[in-house]
């Protein structure tokens, strides 16, 4: 009876859990992102003035507003360029991809789009819901959030409308990004209903 009422209560008490991979180049802010999503979500975060490049992983279990029982597990890799290569190893395990974008190194725009091209075009990736923060909306050198899409709205021609987004953030003031947590819920948890019994 015991065991029953355990298990019964460890089911009921069960944690849906979503595996997030968050990529992009070098000096995207991807880990700042992180830091301040964990700060705005009540989790102990490191100063943002103390985050150093990526050479490993940092990973953060963030629960989700409103949703008690869904928590995200982010992954956040270095995205140095002799870091990449070990990019496709997260994919299969992954839910989701918030693709990091620096909004002010338009110098590095075509080499942002190739490596986010190579991301999309993964067989690994299909099927799961992207989505592209235009991040470092705080600063006056910014591209502005139509030219962004405009420049990645192509890439996402390969992916269904309903299952990519670019949204602009500041991962340094904070601004957008529970909006843009709560956008990536919702698609993975409809994208959920649409993918094999192996990733419910
Ligand atoms: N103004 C501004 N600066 C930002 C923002 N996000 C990140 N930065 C700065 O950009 C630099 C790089 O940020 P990181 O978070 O280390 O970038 P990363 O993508 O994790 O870089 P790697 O770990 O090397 O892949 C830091 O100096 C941050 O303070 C933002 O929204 N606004
Ligand atoms: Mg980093």
Known sequence: MFHLAKGLY???NRKEQYSILILGLDNAGKTTFLESLKNQSSLKSKPLEKITPTVGQNIALV?????PNVLLKLWDVGGQESLRAMWPEYYSQCHGIIFVVDSTDSERMDE???????????DEV????????ANKQDRPDRLEIQDIKEIFNQIAEHLSARDSRVLPVSSLTGEGIMDALNWL???????KKNRPPQYK
Do not use: F
Not at 63 to 67: D, I
Not at 126 to 133: D, H, Q, R, V, Y
Not at 185 to 191: A, P, S, Y
């Open 126 to 133: 299909e099927g799961i819901p992207i989505l592209m923060l």
């Open 185 to 191: 819920v919702l698609r993975l948890e409809r994208n």
């Open 63 to 67: 629960p989700v507003p409103n949703k």
């Open 112 to 122: 942002c789009k190739r490596t986010l091209t190579s991301i999309v075009m993964d």
């Open 10 to 12: 460890a089911n009921w």
